[in-house]
């Protein structure tokens, strides 16, 4: 068994001294194969191609042109929007990120815009409160008439007229 095993071993190892000199042996051209001639010397080789000129860049101007540049919007300064009757800092919250932040801006918005608002967030806030008031209370926040809201906002229970 173990002379199987050496006769094997030393055909592997033949093999491998056979594939190593024949690569060798290609790698160096014989002496029959190579020609007296340099390569552009052969009398049967075509005449050498010149490369052909590569045109002249022309110059040409670019003319710059103004690109308008754009301050990112930033949000106006903030009201406290839970001096309205009926938002608490959740709904003041969702107001913002809905991009109401000033009294003017929830003024604006009517009470179906501000459901829509509510319901994307969360479907219990429209439960809990009624913007119905909010743009009247919010428009005399917005103008400073703080007496005014406050008579408005003691006729209210939880923003809701009672």
């Known amino acids: 068994m173990s002379g199987g095993i050496f006769s094997w ?7 491998i001294a056979l594939i190593i000199v024949l690569l060798l042996r290609r790698e160096e051209e014989p002496e029959a194969l190579k020609t007296p001639f340099e390569p552009d010397e052969r ?3 075509a005449p050498p191609v010149e490369p052909e000129a ?37 709904i003041s919250s969702v107001l913002n990120a ?23 967030e969360d479907p219990r806030l429209n439960r809990l409160a009624d913007p119905t008031t909010w743009a009247e209370q919010a ?3 917005a103008a400073g008439k703080w007496d005014e ?3 408005l906002q003691d006729e209210l229970k939880g923003g809701r007229r009672v």
Request: charge should be negative; hydrophobic fraction near 45%.
């Open 9 to 15: 071993l030393v055909v592997i190892v033949a093999l």
């Open 98 to 120: 809905a991009g109401i932040f000033t009294f003017a801006q929830l003024a604006e918005t009517t009470a179906d815009r501000i459901r829509e608002i509510l319901e994307a």
């Open 139 to 141: 428009k005399l926040a």
């Open 43 to 45: 009398p049967d080789a």
């Open 149 to 151: 809201l406050a008579v």
């Open 54 to 90: 590569e045109p002249e860049p022309v110059a040409t101007r670019v003319e710059s042109v103004p690109v308008a540049v754009t301050e990112p919007e930033t949000p106006p300064t903030p009201d406290d929007l839970k001096k309205i009757e009926g938002i608490g800092p959740k």
